[in-house]
């Protein structure tokens, strides 16, 4: 499964092949009533609300596309599913030409990864805390698939990041947007430079030499939840060639996630998060 967004089985194979103020001063314009104009939305503060709104969820049911482009291997989209009760409910599913369909569930007493792909899944007993759950799945995925099942920049990201998303150290805000072309819908818009951990998350590890490192994320202004994300990043990574000698090879990936509908603390029925194994 992959992430948003989840991106599995590119990104292990990325760990095996080496694959960017203006400040105004002058006169403040006045409104006619003689107040000050009300300074723009601050990027941390709206990353911050983001945060908190996700944590103020009881229930989150969503559906998503993402484009997904690997320079000089692939361009596709997948598709994706997410549905999540607290404490630690939920279920995620994606589908795509290259990985098919991936499958995490947890109910809270046992977490279950399932490719449909190649018909396997495994379970374990699941953990107390949703961190652990997240961090006991893509142990499974790795030992038992041999996928890396990131959760970079998706709700499970932000369902358990403290204060601003945990790939980003800062945001700056960008301007109230149309995100989504066909709907006309608008989001605040804020952007920041993403971490170099996150590169080498996506990738499996290596010696990583981050060139571009965008993160954009619109947030609706109604519920303060992700409605789109985009990621682009490009890097030099160390690479062994046929002679044994050591080069620096240049990647890029980029992912757009759209959120194609949401519904927030809806009710639902523990039972639904169960796995039922193919027959």
């Known amino acids: ?32 009533s003689g107040k000050a104009t009300p300074p723009p939305p601050n990027g941390d503060t709206l990353a911050r609300d983001m945060i908190s709104a996700y ?16 320079r000089g ?16 409910l939920f279920t995620l599913i994606t589908t795509d030409p290259y990985a098919g369909t991936f499958t995490v569930q947890t109910d809270g007493r046992l977490t279950v990864v399932y490719s449909g792909k190649s018909s396997v899944y495994a379970r374990r ?3 107390a805390t949703l961190p652990a759950i997240i961090a006991n799945f893509q142990k499974i995925s790795k030992d038992e698939m041999g996928v890396n099942l990131t959760q970079t920049l998706g709700p499970l990201s ?9 790939e980003v150290k800062t945001f700056r805000f960008v301007g109230l947007e149309t995100y989504d072309l066909y709907s006309g819908r608008k989001a605040y818009h804020i ?11 996506l990738t499996g590890g290596g010696i990583i030499k981050p060139v571009r490192q965008n993160v954009d994320i619109w947030i609706d202004p109604k519920t303060s939840l992700a409605v789109r994300v985009h990621c682009d990043l490009a890097w030099y990574q160390s690479a062994k060639t046929t002679e044994g ?3 620096q090879v240049g990647n890029a990936l980029s992912f757009d996630e759209l959120k194609k509908s949401q519904k927030l603390n809806g009710a639902m029925d523990d039972k639904s998060f169960r796995f039922d194994p193919p027959k």
Request: charge should be positive; avoid cysteine; proline fraction near 6%.
């Open 73 to 88: 291997q692939r361009e596709y989209i997948q598709t994706g599913s997410f549905r999540f009760k607290r404490p630690g």
């Open 55 to 70: 944590h103020r969820l009881t229930s989150l049911e969503e559906t998503s596309e993402t484009k997904i482009i690997v």
């Open 158 to 166: 932000f369902l358990t990041a403290t204060g601003v998303p945990t």
């Open 245 to 247: 000698k050591t080069v």
């Open 125 to 127: 007993n699941s953990p």
């Open 191 to 201: 952007s920041g430079i993403a971490k170099p951990s996150v590169i080498k998350e």
């Open 1 to 32: 499964m992959k992430r948003r967004l989840f991106v599995n089985s590119l990104f292990s194979s990325f760990g095996r092949n080496a694959l960017t103020v203006l400040i105004g001063i002058g006169a403040m314009s006045l409104l006619p």
